[in-house]
Nanobody, 130 residues
């Protein structure tokens, strides 16, 4: 299984980027797909996630209203549209995936718990200049 992120880059504050997550050896139907990010010296944090069956979404408070995750038809790739980017959004962004029935705990929404996701991409770097 391989997850591949793309779409990162350098953008000015206030700009937009769209990240995509594609997979080989893994189908996105009935899955939980999450986007996480990690900035230098900081822990990995959940940004957004989606349940591809049902379409429920979850966003970190820091990105609500600015980021949008899509991909609720179970077809790859899963996208994350990032608008009104801020310098504090600079990080390496990772796509993560797990089949929904293998999520171990019950959550109201798709979780920002890295250990719940088995498959991870290599990451794509996002740099937002001020």
């Amino acid at each position: 299984v391989q997850l591949v992120e793309s779409g990162g880059g350098l953008v000015q504050a206030g700009g937009s980027l769209r990240l995509s997550c594609a997979a080989s050896g893994f189908t996105f139907d009935d899955a939980i797909i999450g986007w996480f990010r990690q900035a230098p010296g900081k822990e990995r944090e959940g940004v957004s996630c989606i349940s591809t069956s049902g379409g429920s979404r979850n966003y970190a408070d820091s990105v609500k209203g600015r980021f949008t995750i899509s991909g609720d038809n179970g077809k790859e790739p899963v996208y994350m549209q990032m608008d009104n980017l801020k310098p504090e959004d600079s990080a390496i962004y990772y796509c993560a995936a797990q089949k929904a029935h293998l999520i171990r705990e019950d959550y109201d929404f798709c979780p920002f718990v890295p250990n719940e996701y088995y498959y991870w991409g290599q990451g794509t770097r996002v740099t937002v200049s001020s």
